[in-house]
């Protein structure tokens, strides 16, 4: 039997740009995808903190260091420059993969830099 899993997420990056006119997708600054193990062109699902929205698209390389987060075409009516967003890749894994099997989980700072990262979320607790 496959499932899906979540493989890689950059945690409450801040949009910069949220262009209309540009081809679309969502262009994330490269060294956070390398940090996330998102290919360009890869399939992400948003999650806009700010406003509720939650949408799919793709990825596109932006400039290694610039902490571009852009919005671009009919995303971009679903998130602003300034709001908080969630950005999620999954991927279909075996019962035997499970094992091994860990996420990439990229956190961030107000300015889209690295602060740290983790493969397991901490345990919610009451």
Do not use: W
């Amino acid at each position: 039997m496959k499932r899906y899993f979540l493989k890689s997420k950059l945690h409450r990056v801040t949009v910069t740009h949220s262009e209309l006119e540009y081809e679309g997708s969502v262009a994330i600054d490269g060294r956070l995808l390398d940090a996330a193990d998102i290919r360009e062109y890869e399939q992400l699902e948003v999650y806009n903190i700010t406003n509720g929205e939650r949408f799919g698209t793709y990825a596109i390389r932006a400039e290694d260091g610039s902490g571009i987060i852009s919005v671009n075409g009919a995303a971009a009516h679903k998130a602003n420059p300034k709001d908080v967003i969630i950005i999620c890749t999954y991927t279909e894994l075996e019962e035997k993969e499970l094992a091994t099997f860990k996420p990439r989980l990229v956190y961030v700072d107000s300015d889209n830099h690295i602060t740290h990262t983790r493969n397991t979320i901490p345990v919610q607790v009451a």
